[in-house]
């Protein structure tokens, strides 16, 4: 008897919670490593370099590989990163099997067509390939305009759907042929139809308004970019560009599969309890703390409605809740499908003041300006509403949020 006990307070204590990070602003700025993170990271790994509990990073970034950014990880806090751990604001487009097999245009930076086709995409084109097939549609820049009269060169595919990985380089020749594409269902060679409803499926990742480099003030992000689209596609054709899906936080969508990767730490590490408290760690109220909020009142909503048919089952006596309102959000069929449902139960978030957030400079005034109705950062089809950019916690940096989890968990590592 004596043993077993002993051999139980000899082994790790079992985490029943995760860890998402941001990584812009909590662990870099730029290319410069915040110096709490390293600190943060000692105490997330026993002396093995294992974690001692599950961590995924959650990023809005989009123009590099996982592998790649675990790399960089590992490098920046001396703990050994693995690309499960990672998430790109693209990761969820895994799930959207049924694009796979369509041919899809990509715009954004660094090797899309290499990350659409490791995400699973099998026919893939490219902004600079629609330009050289079609270069009388890219007129902006006078220095780029074709010499001769030209006709269209390659056979390309119709295009079937459209994929924004994140803000491009040349952002009128971007903005020109995904408006092209929009308005002509995917064939270059025929003239606009802005009656035609509704345009080719579109899915973007990352909504960032700004982010938070080197520079006193904040960037722009890929969501300045989206304004612009929508915005132009509105003034041309008087309606709403629609999205498929929006992915990248703040969406649900994001966090659901994070908390996903989050239950698959827990089982290769044959940890028994289940994950039931996720902590969301971030720079940006509008998009780490609006997020993790966001998904919490999923996660809540969901116990609520499971709660409530199990008590109709046990009412009504039958094993039916044909009753009940059907669930129809076939989004989250989608993710329940591929993902199985969550274990989490909450998502706390934690805000740091090293990054967008940082409450000794000017820039409280922005982060308050930005949460307002009258100037909501946010993106278009996200809510405004106060209550859920409320961080559950302000710390200083990624050292302290870690310290404090802690503490709130009661969880002593070996």
């Not at 990248?248 to 289940?274: C, D, M």
Request: net charge neutral; hydrophobic share 40%; proline share 7%.
């Amino acid at each position: 008897m004596w043993h077993m006990n002993h051999s139980l307070f000899l082994s790790q204590p079992q985490p029943c919670f995760g860890l998402l990070f941001d990584i812009d602003g909590v662990l870099v700025r730029g290319k410069i490593p915040i110096p709490a993170a390293k600190k943060a990271f000692q105490k997330l790994v026993n002396s093995q370099g294992q974690f001692v509990v599950p961590v995924v990073f959650v990023t809005n970034a989009g123009n590099c590989m996982r592998q790649m950014k675990a790399d960089q990880l590992s490098h920046i806090l001396g703990v050994p990163i693995t690309m499960d751990q990672v998430m790109m604001s693209h990761s969820p487009l895994r799930m959207f099997k049924k694009y796979h097999d369509k041919c899809v245009l990509v715009s954004g930076q660094g090797p899309v067509l290499d990350i659409a086709k490791n995400l699973g995409f099998q026919n893939v084109v490219s902004i600079d390939m629609l330009r050289e097939s079609f270069p009388l549609l890219d007129m902006v820049d006078h220095n780029r305009r074709p010499k001769l009269p030209s006709s269209p060169i390659a056979n390309l595919p119709t295009v079937e759907a459209v994929i924004l990985f994140g803000e491009p380089i040349r952002w009128e020749t971007n903005l020109q042929l995904i408006i092209d594409i929009l308005l002509t269902n995917g064939n270059l060679s025929g003239a606009h139809q802005t009656q035609k409803l509704p345009h080719l499926p579109l899915l973007a990742c990352n909504m960032d308004l700004m982010w938070m480099a080197e520079a006193q003030s904040p960037r722009f992000g890929h969501g300045t970019f989206l304004v612009c689209l929508e915005n132009i596609y509105k003034k041309i054709t008087g309606k709403e560009v629609k999205y498929k899906a929006l992915m990248g936080k703040p969406s649900e969508l994001t966090y659901h599969f994070a908390e996903y990767l989050i239950r698959g730490q827990a089982v290769e590490r044959n940890w028994t309890q289940p994950i039931t408290s996720l902590y969301a760690i971030g720079d940006n109220l509008m998009t780490d703390i609006y997020g993790a909020n966001l998904y919490s009142c999923y996660l809540k909503e969901r116990n609520r409605r499971k709660n409530s048919k199990a008590v109709a089952k046990m009412a009504t006596g039958t094993g039916s809740n044909a009753a009940l309102p059907q669930d129809n959000d076939h989004v989250e069929n989608v993710w329940e499908s591929e993902l199985a449902p969550p274990s989490a139960t909450s998502c706390k978030s934690i805000l740091v003041c090293t990054g967008v957030y940082n409450p000794h400079t000017e820039v409280p005034t922005y982060a308050n300006k930005c949460i307002k109705e009258t100037v909501f950062h946010g993106h278009r089809d996200f809510r405004f509403d106060p209550a859920l950019v409320e961080p559950g916690h302000i710390v200083q940096d990624v050292a302290d949020a870690v310290e404090l989890i802690f503490e709130q968990e009661k969880f002593v590592p070996q």
